[in-house]
């Protein structure tokens, strides 16, 4: 016989905004928005993880939340192409629970890049980008939500004891 034990950890979070409106933003520059995850969990760290979508970064795009410990979030609109966006960006938490942000942004205009120190002669602050912050309070007006997660379709399990 094996003896195993098993412990499900169902991750509460908070995420300060579910939904991230943009506004307008010219082809060739950028909108920053602000949003706070936050591990409510009392023992158990949680490793998160975003997806990838054209149009929109988010920084730090994945790492690991020490219970009761937060970080902030930084989802920027960088449009390529003119023309108005609607976009899912997925939040995994352990590879089982996925949470979706809905991201929004237009692009109506262009403008034209500005020409920079490059080469020999530039320094480490010019390859910079200054942050283009957006949103009543940054956060668009929505209170913070906090987020029990569903269960997950499956468990994992883990072997802890010896034979018999």
Known sequence: FIHLTAKGVCPTIRISSHTV??????????????????????EHPIDFNFSIVAHFKVNPRKGRLLPHQSTAIVFTFEPNNMGKFVSYMTLELFGLYKIPIKLMGAALSQTSKLKGTRGIESLPEDF???????????????????????????????ATGGDR
């Open 21 to 42: 409106n943009f506004g307008s933003c010219s082809v060739g520059s950028h909108k920053d928005f602000l949003v706070t995850l936050e591990n409510k969990n009392e």
């Open 128 to 158: 910079t980008v200054e942050k283009n912050f957006v949103g009543e309070g940054n956060n668009g007006g929505a209170g913070p939500d906090t987020k029990k997660i569903k269960k997950p379709d499956r468990l994992i399990f883990t």
